[in-house]
């Protein structure tokens, strides 16, 4: 018998049922490297919600560098002219490169947490079984890179990155293609962060109408004769990118090593600019 992987997202559910940014502003801020690149600059904040409760990633203004004064030792005056820095390092955590399509995902448990209805129970351990930005992990990994690299030197101690090192949690579904996608962004080279069929997305949130799921985003629309889904009726996500009906959310990515400012390879296709 020909097993599709639909057939075995949908044999899971039902056995279920038995049972994720630019460039930064500009502007200079203290310290000698990584000028207007970090959090002295810019965070990052929640922005407004909108109709239906979603909210934006909005900018906000820095935040200082602050003393830690609740560590036993007291800070003297003129430290900044007598330290000598040692060492500057990145660090990346919870990156959690994700296969979207794989069929050991476990999204169809994540609308038990939903309360669909006032009094639904919660049992808050499924609620982050299905994120709608998966499909991005791996692109978002890549443009941290990126920005490491840009920054290139610690902001307050001047000297240049030794390393990156990443400190857990780097593929979330503990699959060997996660793990070789997280460590090619790292090493430089070329990311297709795809698995299955090539030429077709196979996750929950394609535009089949056979097996469309309210409880999923989807960012083609919605298809003939079928209600919105609830990311957008419920919470006001809206369709767009990204569009697991184009190739655009499978792009092959093209990384830089971390920590380098230089191109991981002197080929063509590994030199150009990450996307």
Known sequence: ???????????????????????????????????????LTVTL?????????????VRADGEPHVVRTDLGARALRGRGARRKPLLAFA???DVHIVDAQSPMRVEYV?????????????TGLFGAAYRPHEVLTAHIAEAMVREINRIGAGPVTGKPLAFAIQTGD????????ELR???DTLDGGEVRADSGDL?????????????????????????????????????GFQPGWPSPGTPRWATTIRCRRATSRRPCSSTPSRSAPSR
């Open 1 to 39: 018998m020909k097993l599709t992987r639909r057939d075995l997202f949908r044999a899971a559910g039902a056995v279920g049922g038995a049972a994720a940014l630019g460039g930064l502003a500009a502007e200079a801020v203290a310290g000698v490297a990584g000028r207007g690149r970090t959090t």
């Open 45 to 57: 904040h929640k922005g407004p919600p909108g109709e239906g409760g979603y909210r934006p990633v």
């Open 91 to 93: 660090q990346l955590s």
């Open 110 to 122: 994540d609308r038990y947490d939903d309360k669909d209805q006032p009094g639904d129970p919660s």
């Open 170 to 177: 780097n593929s979330d579904n503990s699959q060997y293609n």
């Open 181 to 183: 996608w997280n460590i």
């Open 199 to 235: 030429t077709r997305y196979e996750g929950v949130m394609d535009g089949d109408p056979t097996y469309y799921d309210t409880h999923y985003w989807h960012p083609d629309g919605t298809p003939a004769g079928k209600a919105d889904d609830q990311p957008r009726s419920k919470y």
